[in-house]
């Protein structure tokens, strides 16, 4: 957090002074081990196991905190009676279906119930399947079966004391590396820090996100904050670190495939298909806030297809395009490489250097008819028909490569008026300050006339395809020569108005489902509040109290802590005064505090649901996990996620060891590219890998570098790439500080100078000593600064419930010296695939129902 | 030549009067030193931003003096940042008015091994084309393959187009790519928020 969020660690710092406890846990010692309490090492791709030894020690010796537990979780409640766990099923929950390597998910709900609804996640499991549903799920929510005393066999508390029953400290010594006493001093100091007058936070970044168990790391570390009582309240949560400056943002109004702003999910390919009620019963929840789903689907389709939107035409529901399945990145990228995907526009972005296996992206270029490039220079992806190993090694010609490149040069962010969402989910606008030199133009600019363009090259159309884009709502004010679309009048459309007079509404709680409001993006309805720009906001921190909510606007309704009904007891009081946040008014009969309170805000502690009650009405005062079908923290999730309702240790898809709690060595469900352009390695114990990598960023460069290799002031401060490897690897393998060395995978190879440190430490798992070899992946073939890229190395392989790839574990070899050709498995794979990997049989250890993997298949060319 | 000092302003004169003995205080300032100010203070006007590189969100002030960027401070008022900046976000200077940003358009045809410049509106008419050359041929209405999953479901899509966002986009960026691909039906609509 330190060489990454440094600004942000000013806080993390802040909270030292004042006598908070700093653990660090990484498997390199950073600048922020450096002035941490406790720095842990560990094995990249263990913290499952970590992290389940950690709720393991909490559950034994009773550090739980009970009264938020048992009224804010679903500890009591009672699962279905055909739920098996991993513990019973050796690796696997049940419902695993070995031929398509997925779980159905029936026997991972609540008993009595009618379906569960996740706040998040994959909502679309049912509809997915084609059943057609006629019904709202989780109707019946109300009905669920719960013990409060927590002793039921079956009730989520017993079955999560269960799954972590073997995740003890010698385990997790045995698989983290970790020496049992450090283990032992993190799980105290956690355990200790909690209550009604402490809590603990957890940060984390890409180092969790990366594998393909990523979702379930983050999970783990819920389930340990809803047992210390971490959430809802101010000094708790699980804070996740961000990259990119409003990466938030572009997960809230997604540009991914599978949502609709506002964590709507897109609509999915079922028969039979009902439009929008089809779409609705697929994905609204029959309690909590997803009762009110089809407000802001039909609010978006007015703020989409305008008059054009109307009851009788389903509100155009129908135009929107659906899934089938998978298009996230890679699949993409894969399907290009085979010559399926045609025209391609990257904005912003460098995915030959900043994405998994670079050749292989590089191979969907070179298919493709048109590629579009909008950035401050000619970055690699722009450059890739010229620049590249295999063109420089003669295995592909630039005069062959058909593809046709549109290179445009973006604006810079003090050229163009904006918001950006930030890593707390708060909205700050930033001003122009200046005109666009050149061509230079905002992506504002550039999709919007290139809308403009296309909507008169449909304007004569009668075809119903061409209704979508013929209706689209286009008409933004614009200023100046260039014609500069106004962002301050996009931003009122997704902020939200009445369709009557076009004024701004005040929020999400009056949008409605009849046609009479529109709305961009639901979570972001009050943005525009009263006709004022909310994320232009800066009242100086020195003027407002310590929340400081007139900085900015933060998503939802200026909330700044989510869900923090939970900062305040069961009877709604503040858990302690230092804690206080949010509280019950009994005089007012109103929520209040610091923050605007999450929470109906009117609805009293002591409300309880009459047993018919379905919507929001459904929620009870002491729920304050609104968003949840049931109002409760999930410990056990028994629905939205494709691996399982707990989090389970699984290895990396490539490791050095076997997995040592279950016969099954992977997450069954992840995502394999199967190809011959994206050989694996054994799943473990591969002889010609022998060592862990894993790849991070530093304080000076900025991901793939688009933002930083061509400054001269950062590039001057990192001017090399490197890898970081101990006295002790470097020893064994001859490397010495300064000089070079090679590091291969099936993938590729790489060379780049060698940086021989105490940073990085061998790690001792039952005797065995494990190596890690440290990579920052920031440089590429051209820039300021040049070098080879880390990313090269990693493979397509990803987690099943987000397609986010595993680029934080895996495994490869190194030497000393100068030793690469530039060879690429893409290119030149018969060279570097040699010997062949031992693929399947076994990929996965011998277990019960072990997985077996499909041959490769070799790609069209 | 250099300018002859008025007597009264020799150092010594000037120690004596001020009662700097030792020529260690406000006297050994000189003239320049006395009448320096920094370059913010020159500024036409300040533009109130933010950083574009983490998610951090720190407070970033754009000074601007005869339409041209001057410098680019940290923002004192800031709750999240209290007008610190890390490296990269000092940076930013560099960043937006550095050599390296192109400001043409730039175009490679089939099998061209060099760049060639075109102007804006042409570029933008030719990708428009692209777009609705290769949306037309590529259309998928139902799926139609005999045996899949959803055979005979409505999609009404294309896969021959797909789109890949960096995280530095604005909000508002990021909603109108959403809005017009999906209007295209595009599905393939990515973002580094995956990565």
Known sequence: MAECHPVAFRWVMEAKNRGATIIHVDPRFTRTSAVADLHVPIRPGSDIAFLGGIIHHVLEHDLWFKEYVEHYTNAATIVDEGFRDTEDLEGFFSGFDPKTNKYSWETWTYEGVDGVVPAAGHKEVYGEKGAGRHDLRGTKMLQRKTDPTLQHPRCVFQLLRKHYARYTPELVEATCGIPRATFLRVAETLGRNSGRDRTGAFCYAVGWTQHTVGVQYIRTAAILQLLLGNIGRPGGGIMALRGHTSIQGSTDIPTLFDLLPGYLPMPHAVLPDRGLDQYVNNNAAGVGWWSELRKYVVSLCKAWFGAAATAEDDWLFDALPRLSGNHSHMTTVAEMADGKVKGYFVMGENPTAGSMNGALHREGLRKLDWLVVRDFALIETAEFWRIAPEIERGEVRTEDIRTEVFFFPAAAHTEKDGSFTNTQRMLQWHERAIEPPGDCRSDLHFVFHLGRRLKALYAGSHAERDRAIQALTWDYPTRGAIEDPSAEAVLREINGYTVADGEPVPGFAELEADGSTACGCWIYSGCYKDGVNQPARRKPQSEQHWVAPEWGWAWPANRRILYNRASADPEGRPWSERKRYVWWDEEKKLWTGYDVPDFVKDRPPSYRPPPEATGIAALSGIDPFIMQADGKGWIFAPSGLIDGPFPTHYEPEESVVENPLYPQQCNPTRLEWNRRDNPYHSAHHDPRFPYVLTTYRLTEHHTAGGMSRWLGWLSELQPEMFCEVSRALAAEKGLRNGGWATITTARGEIECRVLVTDRLRPLRLKGRVVHTIGLPYHWSYVGRVRGDPANELIPFVADPNVSIQESKALTGDIRAGRHSRGRRAATDGVELRSPEPRVAPPRDLPGRRTVLRAPPVEPKR | ?195
Not at chain 2, 135 to 142: I, M
Not at chain 2, 151 to 162: H, K
């Open chain 2, 1 to 195: 030549m250099a300018k002859v000092p008025i007597l009264s302003e020799w150092p010594v004169l000037r120690q004596l009067r001020a009662g700097d003995a030792s020529g260690l205080g406000a006297t050994a300032a000189s003239e320049r030193t006395r009448t320096l100010a920094p370059r913010t203070a020159s500024a036409d006007r300040v533009a109130r931003s933010v950083c574009p590189y983490c998610a951090v969100g720190c407070g970033q002030l754009v000074y601007v003096k005869d339409g041209k960027i001057i410098d680019l401070e940290g923002d004192p008022d800031s709750p999240v940042s209290q007008g610190c900046l890390c490296p990269k976000g000092a940076a930013t200077f560099q960043l937006v008015t550095g050599a390296h940003r192109m400001e043409h358009v730039l175009y490679r045809r089939p099998g061209g091994t060099a760049w060639e410049r075109i102007p804006l509106d042409r570029a933008l008419d030719m990708v428009a084309e692209r777009v609705k050359r290769t949306r037309d041929e590529t259309w998928q209405e139902r799926i139609e393959e005999p045996g899949a999953e959803h055979e005979g479901a409505l999609v009404r899509r294309t896969l021959g187009i797909a789109h890949l966002g960096g995280a530095t986009l604005d909000n508002e960026e990021n909603y109108l790519i959403k809005k017009l691909f999906s209007a295209l039906g595009v599905v393939q609509v990515e973002n580094q928020a995956r990565i």
